[in-house]
């Protein structure tokens, strides 16, 4: 497995930007094959990160490709700064009970 972070600083409106990553951003990046988790973490302080894992190399380098066209186009005024951007191959995972998008176990 392969992992892409993508730190994001300056965030003008985290729960505008938010919104638009569940409702757009999610369903574009799950398009990918081999995506196995994609996270977003708001940090509190102006500050979102995001965590892609894929299968392999190839297609988290896609979903790179794929989140830079997508802020540009969609929340460039909410994301203004470039993400600094961090992968590598995953060396260790434990994966826990299954959590849905609010942080609620799934019924």
């Known amino acids: 497995m ?10 003008t409106d985290a729960s505008e930007a938010a919104r638009l990553v569940r409702k757009n951003f999610v369903p574009l990046i799950s398009k990918i094959p081999g995506l196995v988790a994609y996270y977003v973490i708001d940090t509190g302080d102006g500050e979102f990160v995001s965590v892609s894992i894929f299968k392999d190399k190839l297609k988290a380098e896609e979903s790179n ?3 830079s066209g997508w802020v540009q ?34 019924a």
Do not use: F, H, W
């Open 2 to 11: 392969y992992a892409m972070i993508r730190c994001y600083e300056g965030v």
């Open 65 to 67: 490709q794929r989140a």
């Open 73 to 106: 186009d969609n929340v460039a005024a909410l994301l203004p700064n470039p993400p600094q951007i961090k992968a590598g191959e995953v060396v260790a995972t434990k994966r826990g009970a299954l959590m849905t998008s609010m942080g609620a176990p799934p």
